[in-house]
Nanobody
Framework: QVQLVESGGDLVQPGGPLRLSCAAS????????AGWFRQAPGKEREGISCISTTDVPTYYEDSVKGRFAVSRDNAKNSVLLEMSSLKPEDTATYYCATSYRCHTSGNPNYLKAYSYWGQGTQVTVSS
């Protein structure tokens, strides 16, 4: 079993950067694919990025492609999400989750394929 804790959420100005971390305990995170998701008020949870067990390939949802980057820090048993050029529409609660491989929104039930979820960290982009 894997316990996940997200951190790094904050209030940031538009155009600014932010780094989120997803720390795991109970098992080595390097054995899992790790996805990042977000949910804005009144909206459904959406997957925005995923890193495979072999680190390649990685996936990005179109709205974050070129602005967000996912990576692993195996020394800290963590997965990071580096976010740049943040926009107000990036405001949401961000979650990480694990699966045996990356699943993307092309599969209607893709969220259910992720077994372990963190509690989320709030990102607010506002001036």
């Amino acid at each position: 079993q894997v316990q996940l804790v997200e951190s790094g959420g904050d209030l940031v100005q538009p155009g600014g950067p932010l780094r989120l971390s997803c720390a795991a305990s109970g098992s080595g995170l390097e054995h899992y694919a790790a996805g990042w998701f977000r949910q804005a008020p009144g909206k459904e949870r959406e997957g925005i990025s995923c890193i495979s067990t072999t680190d390649v390939p990685t996936y990005y949802e179109d709205s974050v492609k070129g602005r967000f980057a996912v990576s692993r820090d195996n020394a800290k048993n963590s997965v990071l999400l580096e976010m740049s050029s943040l926009k107000p529409e990036d405001t949401a609660t961000y979650y990480c989750a694990t699966s045996y491989r990356c699943h993307t929104s092309g599969n209607p039930n893709y969220l259910k394929a992720y077994s372990y979820w963190g509690q989320g960290t709030q990102v607010t982009v506002s001036s």
